[in-house]
């Protein structure tokens, strides 16, 4: 397969993660691959990771199955999970499994022979440290998805498969409390279009007793992990307000949902298509605008095919 190329230079894409939520932004993803809108550096955590290397692989199939269809997780999500012992999320079969056994194939040629950069991260249980990984990280698909699976695992909710020897977690306990402008930053970009999971205004609240107490126990063994639990939510609120400080100097993007209408834990088939289909329609919405941002041009940068760009024309 020939190289593939880039169109957007010097400015990064960048996905919050949130579970299900990103079901929303994945939409998004795919309005910008039926455009041929391809940034050169791509980044994101926990669910965002997916979103990131499902972009890179311009399967537009896949971005909009991985978070807007539930055909493919029956089975693996909910109490049936938890009830067998593999968590509320079967991290073994969402993952690498769905790859090997056909359910959610992943176009690794493709994300191969695109030359796009890309940057993922995840909390080391045992050192509390931020991990970032990237294609150099990925040999193959099974590596690759080995760390998107890192960058989502949540404590007590998915169960951890140990990369390089090391227990890693949901990248949204480490460097930035779950926006990952930061991993961009790491990568020596300066401007950033982030698509946000959670609506304008949107902050933590400190944990309750009741929340830190089971904090206390589910981590009680693992200081590092126990501290980033109760932490985040301070730690979030600054890094938001840090990243809209950027966005009112011009430097970054941010597209927030206009209604977030999932949870991250909603797997309701029709649910989920209707946010879906909301982040679709506001990302046409968005398009002059992220158009103009990266291209200097509301009508800026590639168009699909016949200029289409999403809207039904009548007349």
């Not at 140990?162 to 949901?170: K, N, T």
């Not at 409390?177 to 946000?196: D, M, R, T």
């Amino acid at each position: 397969m020939e190289k593939l190329t880039s169109n957007v230079f010097g400015c990064a894409l960048v996905f919050e993660g949130g579970g299900y939520r990103a079901g929303y932004t994945a939409a998004m993803a795919n309005v910008l691959l039926a455009n041929g809108i391809y940034f050169d550096y791509v980044c994101g955590l926990s669910a965002g990771s997916s979103n990131t290397v499902d972009y890179l692989s311009r399967d537009q199939y896949r971005v909009e199955a991985a978070f807007a269809s539930t055909d493919w997780v029956e089975g693996h999500v909910g109490l049936r999970s938890l009830a067998q012992g593999k968590g509320y999320f079967d991290a073994d079969a969402l993952y690498g499994g769905a790859v090997e056994d056909g359910r959610l194939p992943f176009d690794w040629e493709t994300f191969q022979a695109n030359p796009a950069g890309l940057g993922i991260q995840a909390f080391d249980r045992d050192t509390g440290r931020t991990l970032r990984f990237s294609r150099e990280d990925m040999p193959d698909v099974d590596a690759m998805m080995d760390r998107v699976r890192a960058s989502s695992t949540l404590p007590g909710v998915m169960h951890p498969k140990p990369v390089d020897g090391r227990v890693l977690y949901d990248g949204g306990l480490g460097e930035g409390a779950g926006i990952p402008v930061c991993i961009a930053e790491s990568a020596g970009y300066e401007k950033f279009v982030f698509l946000a999971t959670r609506e304008r205004g949107y902050r933590k609240s400190e944990p309750t007793a009741a929340e830190r107490a089971v904090i206390a126990r589910a981590a009680a063994d693992y200081p590092y992990l126990r501290q980033a639990l109760l932490t985040r939510w301070n730690r979030y609120n600054a890094e938001i307000e840090r990243v809209e400080a950027m966005a009112a100097e011009g430097r970054c993007l941010i597209i927030y949902p206009d209604r977030m209408p999932v949870k991250s834990s909603t797997v309701n088939p029709a649910k989920l298509r209707a946010s879906y289909q909301m982040g679709w329609d506001q990302a046409v919405r968005e398009l002059p605008r992220l158009r103009e941002f990266v291209f200097g041009d509301a009508d800026g940068g590639p168009h699909g095919p016949d200029g289409w760009d999403g809207y039904i024309t009548i007349g």
